[in-house]
């Protein structure tokens, strides 16, 4: 569903029904596996986080860096070591890029030496699919929270039909502390706990190892590039837009826009009012967060070059967070439909609209037919 200018000035309303309760269904079951699995953190750890946020906040506010988001991430240098392996499975066949990720917190920044201690998150990789002969365009995907194998990637973004019928290369990133990176029990975990200093770290992190893997692949001749991010990935692709204005389309779906703001939407009033109790200091946590949020940062990409697209009914992910997002990027193409957080991998208006994106912005040959029988 979209406005005459590819939005809506009033988000539209779910249309109610079977169909649509069973998409919320499996946002609810997410939802509910989230709260039963995922580790917080403890009422004891409670006085570091409050004093860790509150340095963080005075230290960004002291640099300048919450007057001006964008200053706080520093260009990262050149990537041109990396190991490519070849990786096979039984639903999967790709090639696994390896790389020093380089990224570190500030000296002064709290936390900085937990974050290091984690060994494996030193090491970016990502998944490539990559068509052999001439150089072609790319699009490098960014997952979503909990994602980070080729299986639940290759099947979040389409990644076969992108590779094969429109005929890109594909490079599938992995978030910080996801898949191979991670540090706890299941991917994603120290992400979006609640040690919210980890979660700037983590941000941080995560566009700095996108930014080398764009730089690598500009050197490596590619004609064009391209970024899709999903959920998570599209809270991370959202802000690359504020950092990498050469990119030559960006489309975000169902994406978060405001951390804090997620926790306010998902967690129970008695929940909030139990960490208002801890001491949960919501202002300096805001504030912080100010640093790694889309919202504090203008777009460097043209309009033109921006798309976006969230489920009306999503439980995970608001729709107003991608509705906010959008009236930030000034009203670009949108697509609103009618499911839920994760329906949007089999949503109709999804896959037409990456495709739209892909095409009007060059990346994809004019007149180039679409293969879509069996193309997933």
């Not at 995907?141 to 909990?146: E, F, L």
Request: glycine share 10%; with cysteine; aromatic share 8%.
């Amino acid at each position: 569903m979209a406005g005459p200018r590819g939005g809506a000035e009033r988000l539209p309303s779910p249309r109610l029904g079977l169909r649509l309760a069973g998409k919320i269904a499996l946002d609810e079951i997410f939802f509910a596996t989230e709260l039963l699995l995922a580790p917080f953190v403890s009422a004891q750890d409670r006085e570091r986080l409050a004093r860790e946020i509150g340095a963080a906040r005075a230290l960004y506010e002291r640099r300048g860096f919450l007057a001006d988001p964008a200053s706080f991430h520093q260009r990262p240098p050149p990537l041109r070591q990396v190991e490519i392996r070849r990786q096979s499975g039984r639903f999967a066949a790709c090639q696994g890029l390896r790389f020093e990720s380089g990224y570190e917190p500030d000296p002064e920044e709290p936390g900085r030496e937990r974050w290091l201690a984690q060994r494996a998150n030193r090491t970016a990789c990502a998944w490539l699919l990559e068509h052999r002969g001439r150089p072609r365009p790319w699009v490098v995907c960014v997952p979503g929270y909990r994602m980070g194998h080729p299986i639940v990637d290759f099947t979040g973004f389409r990644a076969r039909w992108l590779h094969r019928a429109l005929g890109l290369n594909v490079a599938i990133a992995v978030m910080p502390l996801h898949g191979p990176r991670r540090s706890g029990r299941r991917g994603g975990d120290g992400f979006l706990t609640g040690d919210f200093v980890d979660t700037i770290h983590a941000q941080a992190q995560a566009v700095w190892d996108v930014r080398r893997l764009i730089d690598w692949l500009r050197a490596d001749r590619a004609p064009a590039i391209g970024v899709q991010g999903v959920s998570l990935g599209g809270y991370t692709a959202a802000l690359l837009t504020g950092l990498e204005p050469e990119l030559d389309a960006v489309v975000v779906g169902v994406p978060a826009t405001d951390f804090v703001g997620l926790l306010r939407s998902n967690a129970t009033p008695m929940l909030m009012r139990g960490l208002a109790r801890l001491g949960l200091p919501l202002d300096d946590i805001e504030a912080a967060l100010r640093v790694v949020s889309p919202l504090a940062l203008a777009p460097r990409v043209p309009r033109r070059r921006l798309f976006l697209f969230a489920g009306l009914a999503d439980r995970l992910a608001p729709p107003d967070h991608a509705h906010e997002l959008w009236q930030h990027w000034a009203q670009p193409r949108a697509v609103w439909y009618q499911g839920s957080h994760v329906s949007f991998v089999w949503e109709p208006e999804v896959k037409a609209l990456i495709e739209e994106a892909f095409r009007e912005c060059g990346l994809l040959p004019e007149g180039r037919p679409i293969a879509r029988r069996g193309a997933r």
